[in-house]
């Protein structure tokens, strides 16, 4: 059956949670934390005001993992102190009083990093590989990771954990583990940044052996009444133009592997939508669903009506950036089926200042 805009504002079921549409702000890596690893008020101030413009799912920036080797930006978030739980516990309980609720991502940069933001000056990832292009916000080559040791792979996992249980503890109404766009996680489902020989490499299913000890970590620390998602993609914030996952076969290899978890919903991350998947015929979301039946949320280009439903034809939900980052009235504008133009990558950049959003 075709979609319409009456499918896109009925409500969605999800595990133990009925949310009152298929709308949610999709999760954006910041740099917003000025003192306490806490973003600044008016971005907290924006998470709470998309809820109350009617954004079913209010997904955070991505909250670094660990204290030591998890950050890769300056000006990253955690969620491991009393501070920044009571913080964050009064950003929840607002979300919740406007019949949202609130999803806590949780990252870790691997390659994507520089040494000198980490506490422990150290970058580490799967191999010795760095990406091909700088560091964009430094104009250098990224430093060369140290390979990680079975010491350090537990290490990080229980960062997870630890984080997990912060998120918890704050009110959150579920986690989402980020798998995508080439940070740590992604590094080890890669070949492109994945060329061990231990049972952490070779296999798609060694290779993705790290996701799977960090959901089964983390799952018996997320409460039966919350949700936990697992995020992927098929690009990376870095050497973006390089596919990730080597055909449609080890993609939904991958898939199939996420289906067997204890997660909720896979969040799919995409350029576009629309874009066909490694020559299949299928878009994303489509070559994703024949190979789970778990809730499927979608992003990439999707700015105006037509495109949420036709994004939501083969998808549980649909995911916005640019437009409920720049307009916070995005929510009316398509119910009233309003002309709206996709956002520019620069014009989205006021994200990564000190001005307050809309």
């Avoid at 978030?77 to 920044?84: F, K, S």
């Avoid at 080559?141 to 990680?148: A, F, K």
Wanted: hydrophobic residues 40%.
């Amino acid at each position: 059956m075709s979609p319409t805009s009456k499918d896109l504002f009925t409500p969605l079921k999800m595990a133990s949670h009925t949310l009152k549409n298929r709308i949610g702000l999709a999760p954006m890596t910041r740099m917003s934390s000025e003192k306490d690893s806490i973003p600044r008020q008016d971005v907290l101030d924006f998470l709470i005001r998309r809820a109350e413009n009617d954004v079913a799912l209010i997904t955070t920036e991505a909250i670094v993992s660990d204290y030591e080797s998890a950050q890769g930006y300056p000006g990253q978030a955690r969620l491991t102190t009393q501070r920044q739980i009571d913080i964050w516990a009064q950003v929840n309980a607002k979300i919740r009083a406007a019949g949202s609720i609130s999803v806590l991502q949780i990252f870790h940069c691997g390659r994507i990093a520089w040494n000198e933001v980490n506490p422990a000056e150290r970058t580490i990832a799967p191999s010795a590989l760095i990406p091909k292009q700088n560091n964009p916000l430094t104009s250098a080559p990224y430093p060369m990771p140290d390979v990680m040791s079975s010491f350090d792979i537990a290490h990080v996992i229980q960062g997870f954990v630890e984080t997990v249980k912060g998120g918890i503890a704050a009110g959150f109404d579920g986690i989402e583990i980020h798998g995508a766009h080439g940070y740590l996680i992604n590094e080890f489902l890669s070949t492109y940044s994945n060329q061990r020989v231990d049972n952490y490499g070779g296999s798609v299913e060694n290779r993705f052996r790290f996701a799977r000890e960090i959901v089964e970590a983390v799952r018996p620390h997320v409460p039966t009444d919350k949700l936990l998602f697992f995020r992927i993609s098929n690009w990376g914030v870095a050497d973006m133009e390089v596919s990730l996952f080597a055909d449609a076969d080890e993609w939904t290899q991958v898939i199939r592997f996420l289906d067997q978890l204890p997660i909720d919903a896979i969040s799919v991350s995409t350029y576009r939508f629309s874009d066909e998947a490694f020559g299949t015929g299928k878009n994303m979301a489509q070559l994703t669903r024949s190979a789970t039946r778990k809730p499927l949320l979608i992003c990439g280009g999707i700015h105006d009506l037509d495109t949420a439903e036709a994004a939501l034809a083969d998808a549980d939900m649909i995911l916005s950036g640019k437009s409920l980052l720049l307009n916070p009235h995005w929510v009316n504008d398509l119910r009233a089926n309003k002309p709206m133009d996709l956002y520019s990558s620069e014009q989205a950049n006021i994200a990564y200042t000190k001005e307050p959003l809309p």
